[in-house]
């Protein structure tokens, strides 16, 4: 009861500097705020992207290596090309009969297709997570400056928070956020793919399983976004029968609706239920 929280204003004080209005408005945005920064940082925690990259980076620099020449493999060529020599001197053959060895330090390396890709799908893949973490750390700032308290009366604080969430909404921050997990999962599938390539040359029957499983993975990945779009539940456009919603589901509708509101015919090119979420006040 904020009437017996705040003390009463004075006759034509009612929209004053300390007038009980602003001080209601700071109390019932401060819970507000705080769960939806909350929210959002333990989304930001949850996608572990430094982990990953240092995962990745670990594998690429081993895979690397066959893009560059093996001198331990050229070391291996000669001392063996040496030997034979030795040994045709010794059975007394003549040493232009010994085959001349291919690998030598002037050797060019033209790494195959397969390494090729590898290093590139996890060159990708380590991109974009680390263009995650650096987003996460700076969308962290920005949560933490949204937060910042700021001194002066109830008025002017409350229209400081009010300017602060209205740039929030503006440049679509929760919309960024959102953004981030759906890279990591595009990172995590060139990341196996890349695998699947790396270990195909060293045993086929574990790159088949990886493949398998990758396959497996991301195909429910596209059925859990995907069945609360064919099941929404028509009497609350908000819901839906499915527990398996995500936000990314509402992101793809703020996206067709940003980039589909130039055409004539917005309602023909948005999605259905787009449009039934957006009836809802979403």
Known sequence: ???????????YEELGPNARVWKTY????????????????????????GLFSAVVSTLLVQATQN???????????????LVQIQRAVAVGTSVTAVPTSLLNPT?????????????????????????VALATVLVKQWLHRYLAVHSGTPRDRSHTRQFRYTGFEK?????????????????????LVGLVLFLAPLQRALSCVIGVITGILYTLYLITNTLPIIYPVKSMPRASTSPLGTPK?????????IVLSRYTYPFILVPPYCLLLYSAGL
């Open 1 to 11: 009861d904020y009437e017996q929280r705040f003390p009463s204003d004075a006759m």
């Open 26 to 49: 700071l109390a019932e945005t401060s819970s507000l705020d705080e769960n939806m920064v909350g929210e959002a940082r333990d989304r930001l925690d949850s996608m572990l992207a």
């Open 67 to 81: 893009l560059q020449v093996n001198y331990t493999e050229v070391t291996a060529s000669l001392i063996f090309g």
């Open 107 to 131: 050797t060019k390396v033209k790494p195959d297709n397969l390494n090729v890709w590898t290093n590139g799908l996890w060159g990708i893949s380590l991109s974009l997570s680390l263009s």
């Open 171 to 191: 440049w679509q921050v929760l919309n960024i956020i959102g953004v981030l997990p759906v890279i990591m999962h595009i990172s995590l599938a060139f990341f």
């Open 249 to 257: 589901i509402y992101l793809y509708c703020n996206l067709s609706l």
